[in-house]
């Protein structure tokens, strides 16, 4: 299929979503503040997106793994969603806010979908199924049933929790007239640079990952741009990598990435999203809650993670 046919087997006059603009930059995987354990707040999210938005990022993913969507009931996503992504794009003038409908079966995944079209995110994020193992032809027809729902897909690879999309896989999705980019946290670098080159297929699909540690090698394979979870903590750090690596300042941009990884230490303290929670919930940005089965750091969790970062401080995100 040819760009102009896929273009007009979108819908007729309708133009297609430029998932390179869409994904280029810094794109924080937020954390989801809550206002108590387990449900999500928008108000209670005001302070992170105001002191995001001052460092520079570019928009928005909600629900990923550093959001704790698997771990959210499909009815608390769709307050949130809407007034995140409002207060966004306001801060923003309009940065493009994506939200992750991943689940386990496709249907579940389409309930998702449909409870946060109030949200008008500019794109769905989704994974290959979860739990189960299924066939190449079975992953291919659950992104193709999200075509109906208006909004364009970025398809999402992350091994670690769901079925890996493969180098053939990504060559038959990038033919999905919906699907406008992917992510990929699999921090293999041989399958990124084919999901680039697979991408460069079409002048509107967007490549952006989300492996936080190789982050620059990820741009100098060609990423459009880069979805780091510690850009919750370092968010100026992580712009500035992006920023120093498009204007030829290598050295700079190397300097940013070590910089990410020293942040990066504190999931040896305790892995995860309520680590990144307490240090931010120690600068006023965001409560400590999680949903279960997570539990909050321990005062002595909170202690160690303090304690390490602490030369860090000027690096890290301030209201």
């Given at each position: 299929?040819?760009?102009?046919?896929?273009?007009?087997?979108?819908?007729?006059?309708?133009?297609?979503?430029?998932?390179?603009?869409?994904?280029?930059?810094?794109?924080?995987?937020?954390?989801?503040?809550?206002?108590?354990?387990?449900?999500?707040?928008?108000?209670?999210?005001?302070?992170?997106?105001?002191?995001?938005?001052?460092?520079?990022?570019?928009?928005?993913?909600?629900?990923?793994?550093?959001?704790?969507?698997?771990l959210?009931p499909?009815?608390?996503?769709?307050?949130?969603?809407?007034?995140?992504?409002?207060?966004?794009?306001?801060?923003?003038?309009?940065?493009?806010?994506?939200?992750?409908?991943?689940?386990?079966?496709?249907?579940e995944?389409?309930?998702?979908?449909?409870?946060?079209?109030?949200?008008?995110?500019?794109?769905?994020?989704?994974?290959?199924p979860?739990?189960?193992?299924?066939?190449?032809?079975?992953?291919?027809?659950?992104?193709?049933?999200?075509?109906?729902?208006?909004?364009?897909?970025?398809?999402?690879?992350?091994?670690?929790?769901?079925?890996?999309?493969?180098?053939?896989?990504?060559?038959?999705?990038?033919?999905?007239?919906?699907?406008?980019?992917?992510?990929?946290?699999?921090?293999?670098?041989?399958?990124?640079?084919?999901?680039?080159?697979?991408?460069?297929?079409r002048?509107?699909?967007?490549?952006?990952?989300?492996?936080?540690?190789?982050?620059?090698?990820?741009?100098?394979?060609?990423?459009?741009?880069?979805?780091?979870?510690?850009?919750?903590?370092?968010?100026?750090?992580?712009?500035?990598?992006?920023?120093?690596?498009?204007?030829?300042?290598?050295?700079?941009?190397?300097?940013?990435?070590?910089?990410?990884?020293?942040?990066l230490?504190?999931?040896?303290v305790?892995?995860?999203?309520?680590?990144?929670?307490?240090?931010?919930?120690?600068?006023?940005?965001?409560?400590?809650?999680?949903?279960?089965?997570?539990?909050?750091?321990?005062?002595?969790?909170?202690?160690?993670l303090?304690?390490?970062?602490?030369?860090?401080?000027?690096?890290?995100?301030?209201?």
């Amino acid at each position: 299929m040819n760009p102009t046919t896929r273009q007009k087997g979108i819908s007729e006059g309708e133009k297609q979503a430029d998932g390179r603009a869409l994904l280029a930059g810094v794109m924080v995987p937020l954390v989801t503040p809550m206002d108590r354990p387990g449900r999500p707040s928008a108000p209670a999210a005001d302070a992170l997106l105001g002191a995001l938005a001052g460092a520079g990022a570019h928009g928005l993913m909600l629900f990923g793994s550093n959001g704790e969507g698997p771990l959210l009931p499909t009815a608390l996503l769709a307050d949130f969603a809407t007034g995140v992504a409002r207060r966004w794009r306001e801060l923003t003038g309009g940065g493009p806010v994506l939200v992750n409908v991943t689940a386990p079966g496709t249907a579940e995944a389409l309930a998702r979908a449909e409870a946060v079209l109030s949200a008008a995110p500019d794109a769905l994020v989704l994974s290959p199924p979860v739990y189960y193992h299924h066939r190449p032809d079975e992953i291919v027809a659950h992104y193709a049933a999200t075509a109906g729902l208006g909004v364009p897909v970025v398809a999402y690879n992350a091994p670690r929790y769901s079925n890996p999309l493969t180098p053939a896989l990504i060559d038959q999705l990038a033919d999905l007239a919906h699907l406008v980019g992917i992510k990929d946290s699999s921090g293999d670098l041989e399958f990124f640079a084919h999901a680039v080159a697979a991408a460069r297929r079409r002048d509107d699909f967007g490549v952006s990952q989300g492996a936080e540690g190789q982050a620059l090698d990820a741009l100098r394979l060609g990423a459009d741009g880069v979805v780091p979870g510690v850009a919750n903590l370092a968010p100026v750090a992580a712009v500035e990598l992006f920023r120093a690596h498009r204007e030829g300042r290598d050295a700079d941009a190397r300097r940013a990435q070590r910089l990410l990884d020293e942040v990066l230490a504190l999931h040896t303290v305790r892995p995860g999203v309520p680590a990144v929670k307490a240090v931010l919930a120690a600068r006023g940005l965001c409560p400590p809650h999680v949903a279960a089965p997570f539990t909050p750091c321990s005062e002595a969790e909170r202690h160690a993670l303090l304690t390490l970062l602490a030369p860090l401080d000027a690096a890290l995100i301030r209201a």
